[in-house]
């Protein structure tokens, strides 16, 4: 079955601190992989999607066929790096035309 | 124009009233969704639309009715809800929507939060 999960629920890191989110799927086939973030009180918005291969705000994420695994990571958290990250698998199985299925989240919190 | 928007941002109705939420987009985009998102959880698919016509509908109650008048316009509508179904709805837009194998990214508008009394 396709699946995506976030292992943590929760993780704090000191300002300055390097940070990784872990994503991990299951998927027969080729994935297509991304990740969204959540600000308090703002909308979901793309973080990352693993076919561009960019970083964006300090993020990158590579994906690793593999370990089946697409982790978040920043060599120095920030303050404003303090929000709900999910990781998000695009299914096209079983007559899912490439709906997102989502991870349950990781709440990354950056302390001054 | 590069957002989803959503209105109205907050409602709060009771168990016998019809309301009706509504998402718009000018990005062109020919796939449009609908997610329900209660506290501290992701985002669960309700359904899709695919160049106007509903393509999925995930076992969804029949209390949510979604409707696509065109291209740019997604409604919910909403009648005899429950306290259970209070939660954030959030309206999604992807160019395609499907099938074409490379990355449809999703974009998401504010959402509506929705109370039920």
């Known amino acids: 079955a396709q699946r995506v999960t976030q292992p943590e629920k929760l993780l704090s890191v000191f300002k300055g601190a390097p940070v990784e989110l872990k994503c991990n799927y299951s998927?027969?086939?080729?994935?297509?992989l991304f990740w969204y973030v959540q600000y308090s009180r703002q909308r979901l918005q793309l973080l990352l999607r693993h076919i561009s291969r960019e970083s964006i705000k300090g993020f990158t994420a590579d994906l690793n066929k593999g370990e089946t695994s697409f982790h978040l990571k920043k060599p120095f958290a920030q303050e404003e790096d303090s929000a709900m990250y999910y990781c998000?698998?695009?299914?096209?199985?079983?007559?899912?035309?490439?709906?997102?299925?989502f991870g349950k989240g990781t709440k990354l919190s950056v302390k001054p | 124009d590069t957002e989803v928007t959503q209105t109205p941002k907050h409602l709060v109705m009771g168990m016998t009233n019809k309301k009706s939420l509504k998402c718009e987009q000018h990005?062109?985009?020919?796939?449009m969704y609908w997610y329900k998102q209660k506290a501290k959880k992701p985002p669960e698919l309700m359904f899709v639309y695919s160049y106007e016509k509903l393509s999925i509908n995930e076992s969804v109650p029949s209390r949510f009715s979604p409707e696509c008048p065109n291209s740019s316009l997604l409604n919910l509508h909403l009648h005899a809800l429950q306290p259970e179904d209070s939660a954030l709805y959030l309206c999604?837009?992807?160019?395609?929507?499907?099938?074409?194998?490379?990355?449809?990214?999703?974009?998401f508008g504010p959402g509506t939060r929705l109370t039920v009394l």
């Open positions: 998927y027969s086939g080729s994935p297509e």
């Open positions: 998000a698998l695009r299914d096209f199985k079983g007559g899912s035309q490439g709906n997102l299925i």
């Open positions: 999604a837009s992807s160019q395609d929507g499907g099938g074409t194998g490379f990355a449809d990214t999703q974009y």
């Open positions: 990005m062109g985009h020919r796939a």
